[in-house]
């Protein structure tokens, strides 16, 4: 599976940009799509999930109420909208996909596919 994201950009505090994730092969129904981001020194965190045949989500507290993810399976694709950014969500934003159990969909280390990551910042 080879995934391209995309969306990223400068934004100002309280705005709103959407990324997205198109998969270039076959999806399968057992994968998880997540996002993870990377800020300068910092470790890789996780974002937010979704399965890709069902519609369960799972979110970082710290993004929770302001990220959706979601998915459109016609496209191939999935999404990140983001909203209500704050500076401290700047970071390179990277999407992945795998087949991953509950307890580890949390974790970079579970997913072996890999988007090449989009910039977000965030000006105070």
């Known amino acids: 599976v080879q995934l391209q994201a995309s969306g990223g950009g400068l934004v100002q505090a309280g705005g709103s940009l959407r990324l997205s994730c198109a998969a270039s092969?076959?999806?399968?129904?057992?994968?998880?799509m997540a996002w993870f981001r990377q800020a300068p020194g910092k470790a890789r965190d996780f974002v937010a999930a979704?399965?890709?045949?069902?519609?369960?989500?799972w979110y970082a507290d710290s993004v929770k109420g302001r990220f959706t993810i979601s998915r459109d399976k016609a496209k191939n694709t999935v999404y990140l909208q983001m909203n209500s950014l704050k500076p401290e969500d700047t970071a390179v934003y990277y999407c992945?996909?795998?087949?991953?159990?509950?307890?580890?969909?949390?974790?970079?280390?579970?997913?072996?596919?890999w988007g090449q990551g989009t910039q977000v910042t965030v000006s105070s």
């Open positions: 992945a996909a795998g087949r991953v159990i509950l307890s580890t969909l949390r974790l970079a280390q579970g997913y072996p596919y």
């Open positions: 092969d076959y999806t399968s129904s057992s994968y998880t």
């Open positions: 979704i399965k890709w045949s069902g519609t369960n989500t």
